[in-house]
């Protein structure tokens, strides 16, 4: 951890061409730890690179077996995990050339992305004066990091003005996304979120679309406008980060009767004893995590 070392020259650094996952793995009820949905985490981080033209160094069994041995070896029984891959150093035009393609993998313990208060409680949004990048000049399915830079921006802005964190409109006006999180609505038994390709289609908004469609609830993938957030009766944000939390207040309007409701609340714990038991699980969501091995004394 403390010894990573990256050139100055880094052609990623000054030019933003990188791709990157975010995961999880959970302890499990059993005592055990799993990763959630990593095969498909890595199938997009995959699929980023693929558009972005860098070609991964690695295959998908090596890279999910470096995951694992990662977590056994950091001794994790829960933790996020950061995939990343970069252009290094070398050719220092727009052009990376034959650059070499870097990959690193880091994992750390983290708790709640907007604070156990804000899972409890919901969190509090702006609208963003920062419009999500349009399709027609990015790449909407690639997590890509350029990409984030208006997320940052946006983010910023957010924290200065007291918010727990953003809304962002597309180039249309219609709601998209908040910074690092996809977004729902809850409006007379209807669950709506926007579609692609204006937002990064999430692998937690796929799963809490599963989790909905369970339950046999009426989902739409359709655009709105923010004007319908604001009448919302409730208001989610998915992300692998965020999990499932609740929106209780935004631009300084109450979400429903301020606090959160039913269905955030169900699909929320439904999400979470999903991640912490593999028998929740659809087959390949899980994938567990080798013991750390035990050191004598």
């Given amino acids: 951890w403390d010894e990573g070392r990256v050139h100055l ?8 061409l990188g791709v990157f996952e975010g995961t999880r793995a959970y302890e499990q009820t059993d005592g055990g730890t799993s990763v959630f949905r990593l095969r498909d985490h890595l199938t997009r981080f ?28 950091n001794e994790h029984d829960s933790c996020y995990l950061r995939h990343l891959a970069f252009i290094g150093s070398g050719s220092m035009g727009v052009d990376p050339g034959d650059n070499p393609v870097r990959i690193g993998i880091a994992s750390w313990k983290w708790g709640a992305y907007l604070g156990e208060e804000g899972l409890r409680k919901g969190v509090r949004l702006a609208v963003s004066t920062h419009a999500r ?5 990015s790449f909407g399915r690639a997590k890509a990091t350029g990409n984030y830079i208006t997320a940052v921006l946006a983010k910023r802005e957010a924290v200065l003005r007291g918010y727990d964190d953003c809304v962002m409109l597309d180039a249309n006006g219609y709601v998209a996304e908040s910074s690092g999180a996809n977004l729902f609505i809850v409006r007379d038994g209807v669950i709506k979120t926007p579609p692609p390709p204006g ?78 038991d593999e028998g929740l699980c ?11 091995a035990l050191v004598e004394a």
Avoid at 9 to 16: E, F, K, P, V
Avoid at 52 to 61: A, G
């Fill in 46 to 73: 995959n699929q980023s690179a693929r558009i972005v033209r860098i070609d991964l160094p690695f295959d998908h069994q090596t890279l999910e077996k470096a995951t694992l041995d990662l977590i056994e070896a």
């Fill in 133 to 137: 990048l349009s399709f027609a000049s």
């Fill in 199 to 276: 937002i990064l289609p999430g692998i937690t908004r796929d799963t809490v679309m599963w989790l909905a469609e369970q339950r046999g609830w009426e989902l739409r993938q359709m655009s709105f406008a923010r004007d319908e957030m604001y009448s919302a009766d409730e208001v989610f944000l998915t992300g692998t980060a965020a999990e499932v939390t609740p929106v209780r207040e935004i631009d300084d309007r109450p979400i429903g009767d301020g606090v959160p409701g039913p269905y955030s609340l169900e699909l929320q714990q439904a999400y979470l004893a999903m991640v912490r």
């Fill in 282 to 292: 659809p087959k390949g969501w899980s994938t567990p995590a080798p013991a750390p």
């Fill in 9 to 16: 020259l880094t052609h990623s650094l000054h030019y933003g």
